[in-house]
């Protein structure tokens, strides 16, 4: 099993689960995108993910934000209304006859080109829009245990280039930090920015804590994760001194705890970075308050 803050249970159910591509339901198996799609050709797409609780499709609207934000962004002409694209998230989740603990992506690209180019003056079609849920249940293991993190020599990219906090298909710079941490022994990567300060993780947003204060970066070069936003209107909320700042290696490989956040995992602790323990084993007590107090505005968004 992978080890991470992706790290799930096996579902059985999820080898007969219906995709959703263009208003059509496809057998998981059979789901297929043209190879001149736009996102497989030059990775011209922008996606979203979020969980369903109880039927509760949580904090919906801040996805959604994102979403609309990153298709303006680049460019891309979304042909649906939020409302009905939400209709459509609701309706693959009848069709599969999912309620609970289920992980959504929705992905749209610019469409199919005629030939293989990045000219997007060569798309002879309109977006494709592919919808995936899946039953998905986050394993205990990474919480308990928590992960190991290996420090990328890839850097995050500045603004001016391909902003870091555009949710695109354009992830192979953190595909190979990935890949870096992996190959040594880690589980996941954290990243730097361009000034050599801590900028986030490949997949997740990073916040370490020392001496009562939550630190994370300043935002301007990593993911505007949602979870991420939520932990900082926690931290103001109960008065938890927080800061988004720039701080380097040495500051992180002195905190008394660690711990990234995502819509999957939601706050993971991380143990030990580039070989060095952070803390003691598992989750620190902040991280584990923060943790709770997350999980309590999820239920509070599952019973509105």
Not at 21 to 44: C, H, K, M, P
């Amino acid at each position: 099993m992978v080890k991470g803050t992706h790290q799930a249970k096996e579902d059985p159910r999820n080898k007969d689960v219906q995709i959703f591509i263009n208003g059509t339901f496809y057998a998981r198996d059979e789901a297929r995108i043209s190879v001149f799609d736009s996102g497989y050709l030059v990775g011209d797409g922008v996606w979203e993910a979020f969980r369903v609780h109880k039927g509760k499709l949580v904090f919906i609207d801040d996805h959604l934000d994102r979403l609309w934000q990153s298709a303006k962004v680049t460019g891309i002409m979304l042909p649906f209304s939020r409302e009905t694209l939400i209709a459509h998230v609701q309706e693959t989740l009848s069709v599969n006859g999912m309620w609970d603990h289920i992980h959504v992506r929705v992905m749209v690209t610019r469409g199919i080109k005629k030939t293989p180019s990045q000219d997007p003056r060569l798309t002879i079609s309109g977006p494709n829009l592919v919808i995936i849920a899946e039953h998905k249940q986050a394993a205990v293991e990474s919480k308990k245990e928590g992960i190991r993190l290996f420090t990328s020599t890839f850097r995050r990219g500045s603004p001016d280039y391909l902003d870091p906090r555009l949710n695109c298909h354009s992830k192979l710079h953190e595909v190979q930090a990935l890949i870096q941490a992996i190959e040594a022994g880690a589980d996941e990567a954290l990243m730097l920015d361009t000034h050599g300060f801590v900028a986030t993780c490949n997949a997740t947003n990073f916040f370490m804590v020392k001496d009562g204060e939550v630190w994370t970066s300043t935002g301007q070069y990593c993911m505007n994760g949602i979870t991420r936003g939520k932990v900082l209107a926690v931290c103001a909320k109960q008065n938890v001194p927080c800061f988004q700042k720039n701080f380097s290696l040495f500051d992180v490989y002195g905190a008394d705890e660690a711990f990234v956040t995502g819509t999957f995992g939601g706050l993971t602790p991380v143990v030990k970075i580039d070989g060095k323990p952070i803390g003691t084993s598992g989750a620190g007590p902040i991280t584990r308050q923060l943790s709770n107090w997350y999980e309590q505005w999820i239920e509070r968004e599952i019973q509105a």
